[in-house]
């Protein structure tokens, strides 16, 4: 079966600190990965996503960037962030599920809660 | 005009009521219609997955989609406490990587 795994699931920065949030996913291969951050009562706002190593679209020009360094890796950082950066960010999967390929459904990780101070 | 809508409630029901759940959207190249239940400070978990048309049953649930009218619907039978959550609607083309969501239902099932 297939496992998303994000960490940390709680993280308090500074503003002006760096940010390095990583997804990891198991049991899978060649999946597309995203990136969404959620800001409270709000919906889902995708940030990146990547059909490959080293492939990233941007959706939404900000201080984040996002990098997938190997097939099952994402990672969202940033080098300075801001108040508003705070949110919930969420990473998601598609592709490959057992023996059934659908890139048409999308599989969440728990979660990691920023919270900017 | 938002590609998709749907009602933030929040909506409160008896334990034991059916729910209904809907959303609207514009773009008529959506082809695949997911609903996922969210629970507080937890990632989004994947309910009900459908394609184009028709309704699905599972359990409890049953989604409903009406391309035509550009309408989904998420039905919930014996409502329990337990269904007590954020319901997101989400939509996908069939070509392209992009999931569109809803901004939420947040549900109330009192016992």
């Known amino acids: 079966s297939q496992t998303i795994h994000q960490w940390p699931a709680t993280l308090v920065q500074p503003v002006g600190s760096p940010l390095s949030l990583e997804c990891t996913v198991e049991?899978?291969?060649?999946?597309?990965l995203y990136w969404y951050r959620q800001a409270a009562g709000r919906g889902l706002q995708l940030l990146f996503y990547?059909?490959?190593?080293?492939?990233i679209s941007s959706e939404v020009p900000q201080n984040l960037s996002a990098s997938r360094p190997q097939d099952r890796q994402f990672i969202l950082s940033s080098k300075k962030l801001l108040l508003s950066d705070s949110g919930f960010y969420l990473c998601?999967?598609?592709?490959?599920?057992?023996?059934?390929?659908?890139?048409?459904?999308?599989?969440f990780g728990p979660g990691t809660r920023l919270t900017v101070l | 005009q938002k590609e998709v809508e749907q009602d933030p409630g929040p909506l409160s029901v008896p334990e034991g009521a059916i729910v209904s759940l809907n959303c609207t959207y514009s773009?008529?190249?959506?082809?695949?219609f997911m609903w996922y239940r969210q629970y507080s400070r937890k990632g989004p978990e994947l309910l009900m997955y459908t394609y184009s048309s028709g309704n699905k049953e599972d359990g409890r649930f049953t989604a409903q989609v009406d391309k035509s009218s550009k309408y989904i619907s998420l039905f919930i039978r014996d409502s329990q406490p337990s269904d007590s959550a954020t319901y997101l609607c989400a939509m996908k083309e069939n070509y392209g990587q992009n999931f569109v969501f809803g901004p939420g239902t947040r549900l109330s099932v009192l016992p």
């Open positions: 049991g899978t291969s060649n999946p597309n």
């Open positions: 998601a999967w598609s592709g490959l599920a057992g023996e059934v390929i659908s890139y048409n459904e999308q599989f």
């Open positions: 990547s059909v490959g190593i080293g492939q």
């Open positions: 773009n008529s190249a959506f082809q695949y």
